[in-house]
């Protein structure tokens, strides 16, 4: 396994994301997910209080046992789904009390990235970022990270941490995949590179319609979580996307490889990415995200695909 930088921490560049824990699998199959993971190397597991919620944290945590110190658990706090009326994510006491919660779950002392899940505009970044700052000191968390900033969201809160001198975030996790490429034109992936922020790419895998069990005129499979998304399932997946499925089917299968794994090294082969949080519900499907990750696509390669995509 290779690993990659996230501020101080080491992360597996294959990591798993937990949101399917408490919702999707219950504990034992969560356990048999985790010990695969560990088992492939991964060390990187992605997880938020808002999954299954809280369910996700809790599993997580009996799944590890004694293992706790032998992997990195990122945690996340402050989406809107989870906040109460007149609750900002970004406050310090709604920080302090979010994190309490979330190592209870666990069943641990600290987080190793503690990441706001979405911005608050309405708490100067600097009164986040000194909460943070001072979480870190007290042992509490070990580094921090945050989701669904724009470059504006980035570049403000490098400038508030520059300025009162603390640390910004080292990390943030967006929307991003071979279907949904809004990073590289937004200015995020721009920010990332003149700032040294690692990118985390959230849905690589479209939830599943990027594994090639979703093909065009072909009815959803039963069990599916696009199928058990119903209407939801529409900002993922149409005929327009399953076109171009087929398209990077036939790409990948041309070069001796399946659609996953091409899904998966699409991030893997990209310099700003520290770790691929692809979810899985069952071992084989953890053996498989890692092995896909062994491809590794050279510039030629992302040229073709990008063909392909376009049709």
């Known amino acids: 396994m290779e690993f990659r930088s996230i501020g101080r921490l080491d992360v597996s560049l294959v990591g798993l994301g937990c949101n399917n824990f408490g919702m999707r699998i219950d504990a034992d199959q969560t356990k048999r997910v985790v010990d695969a993971a560990i088992d492939a190397g991964i ?16 599993y997580l945590g009996r799944a590890l046992g004694t293992r706790r110190s032998e992997v990195l658990i ?13 609750e900002r994510g970004g406050d310090p006491a ?10 209870t779950r666990l069943g641990t002392d600290y987080i190793d990235q503690f990441q706001l899940h979405r911005p608050d505009p309405d708490t100067p970044a600097e009164e986040t970022l000194g909460c943070l700052a001072e979480l870190r000191a007290e042992g509490k ?10 470059a504006d969201d980035l570049a403000r809160s490098h400038t508030a941490a520059t300025e009162h001198g603390l640390v910004s975030y080292p990390s943030v996790q967006n ?21 040294g922020i690692a990118f985390v790419p959230y849905f690589p895998l479209e939830s599943g319609l990027l594994t090639g069990k979703y093909r065009l005129g072909q009815d959803l499979p039963d069990g599916s979580r696009l199928a ?56 084989a499907q953890v053996d498989a995200n890692v092995a896909a990750a062994t491809w590794t696509l050279t510039q030629a390669d992302r040229a073709e695909v990008d063909a392909a995509i376009a049709g």
């Open 94 to 103: 709604q920080i302090r009390k979010r994190l309490e919660g979330s190592l």
């Open 43 to 58: 060390n990187y597991f992605d997880t938020a209080e808002s999954y299954g919620r809280g369910l996700s944290e809790e």
């Open 74 to 86: 990122a945690s996340k706090w402050g989406h809107t789904v989870s906040l109460g009326d007149g």
């Open 141 to 150: 968390i070990r580094e921090i990270g945050c989701t669904h900033f724009t």
């Open 175 to 195: 929307h991003y995949s071979l279907l949904t490429r809004d990073p590289e034109t937004d200015g995020v992936f721009a920010t990332c590179e003149r700032l």
């Open 228 to 283: 058990a998304w119903g209407e939801r399932a529409g900002a993922f997946i149409d005929d327009e996307k399953l076109a171009v499925v087929e398209r990077l089917l036939t790409w990948a299968g041309a070069h001796g490889h399946s659609l996953l794994d091409l899904a998966i090294s699409w991030h893997t082969s990209h310099p700003l990415v520290a770790s691929v949080i692809a979810g899985a519900t069952t071992a």
